[in-house]
């Protein structure tokens, strides 16, 4: 072939290979769909976390939940037909985790898959004695390596509701998490010395808690269901988050560049500290 040889030639195969397919990973197509009529109008109303983004900052949460709209696709599951609002309040939540300067728009997710509730999944990870159970274990979301986010729409409900449990918001930090490959429970920063230190002492401090008062236990599962939970947590309860937690509050809300203490969304949740 020319002088080159064999093996240079299947060489240079694999890498084009590996070339494309990392391509393809990091820059899915691009999903043009229509947005929802009215949907900027809608979204007020269908997110109230949506009150908690300031002036300033709502021309880019705007456009970035135009953006999901347009280039997300929405799977029904199960039988589910996946509405406007359904497809509205998704992104409004998920949007969210982007107000900060830089953030991008949740670059290897190529798709939303909705199940009308919990639903059941099979697991092949080993346990700590290096056993893997053959039994389905009940699941309201899951984040699939940066491919898709797959969740319980009565879960993203009861968030919209005021739970204290946002899938949207954990599964999509797990997202902001796998940008990141180099390490669990921290995306993407420039001070990880801080980020570090703050996240690893209230890692720990949840570990020790027998009745946390504002994290989902949860969270002491990992690094990487910590940084979902703590990010439920200041989504959904910020003021309790920084009467309890005081730094990791002030951590979360230089990362995310929102303030979330300043105003109860359901005020009749912030008396339940226990």
């Not at 690893?200 to 570990?207: C, S, V």
């Amino acid at each position: 072939m020319n002088g080159i040889a064999p093996e240079a030639v299947v060489a240079l195969a694999i890498a084009l290979a590996l070339l494309l397919r990392w391509m393809f990973r990091s820059r899915p197509p691009r999903v043009v769909a229509a947005e929802p009529a009215g949907w900027r109008e809608r979204i007020d109303t269908l997110v109230p976390q949506a009150a908690l983004v300031p002036d300033e900052r709502k021309d880019r949460y705007r456009s970035a939940v135009g953006r999901f709209l347009r280039e997300k696709r929405f799977v029904g599951c199960n039988g589910l037909e996946v509405t406007d609002d359904m497809r509205i309040a998704v992104a409004g939540l998920a949007c969210l985790l982007l107000l900060r300067d830089g953030a991008r728009l949740f670059p290897m997710v190529r798709a939303v898959l909705l199940y009308p509730d919990r639903f059941y999944v099979r697991h092949d990870e080993p346990d700590e004695f290096g056993l893997v159970s053959d039994e389905p274990v009940e699941q309201l979301g899951e984040s699939w390596e940066g491919d898709r986010v797959i969740l319980s729409w009565a879960d993203v409900r009861a968030a919209l509701d005021g739970d204290e449990v946002n899938v949207v918001l954990h599964e999509f930090a797990h997202q902001l998490d796998d940008e990141n490959p180099e390490t669990e429970g921290a995306p993407a920063m420039r001070d990880y010395a801080r980020w570090s230190e703050i996240m690893d002492r209230e890692f720990k401090r949840l570990q020790r808690h027998r009745r946390p008062p504002v994290l989902d236990p949860y969270g002491a599962e990992s690094p990487g269901e910590f940084f979902g939970v703590v990010t439920e947590a200041y989504f959904q309860r910020g003021p309790a988050l920084a009467r309890h937690h005081g730094e990791l509050y002030a951590l979360l809300r230089d990362y995310y560049g929102v303030e979330t203490a300043h105003r109860a969304l359901w005020p009749e949740h912030e008396g339940d500290d226990r």
